[in-house]
């Protein structure tokens, strides 16, 4: 029922900088728990960075330093703030939100990191 949507991927150089966008159909007030996740070919899908109702935030070590995800209530958006991107990072990134009786995906947008 919560639609997301990614957006803002695309291919940057290493160490270049690329923020990607998710748009909730909903309040974001409604999430416990609001994050981003990637998977890159032939891997499994990992959390990147995740940030709750209360502000707290995780973030996957090998992104900390670099990746800052934050959330925009009046937009409905949270975003994934990407910089000194490496070719690791290239990944189909997810939006991911959960609420206390569910969980909702969105598509994915694709992030390359490529010189």
């Known amino acids: 029922q919560v639609q997301l949507v990614e957006s803002g991927g695309g291919l940057v150089q290493p160490g270049g900088s690329l923020t990607l966008s998710c748009a909730a159909s909903?309040?974001?007030?409604?999430?416990?728990?609001m994050g981003w996740y990637r998977q890159a070919p032939g891997k499994q899908r990992e959390l990147v960075a995740q940030?709750?109702?209360?502000?707290?935030?995780i973030y996957a070590d090998s992104v900390k330093g670099r990746f800052t995800i934050s959330r925009d209530y009046a937009k409905r958006k949270i975003y994934l703030q990407m910089n000194s991107l490496k070719p690791d990072d290239t990944a189909v990134y997810y939006c991911?939100?959960?609420?206390?009786?569910?969980?909702?995906w969105g598509q994915g947008t694709q992030v390359t990191v490529s010189s």
């Open positions: 909903r309040s974001l007030s409604i999430f416990y728990v």
């Open positions: 991911n939100a959960e609420t206390m009786g569910s969980g909702s």
């Open positions: 940030i709750t109702s209360g502000g707290n935030t």
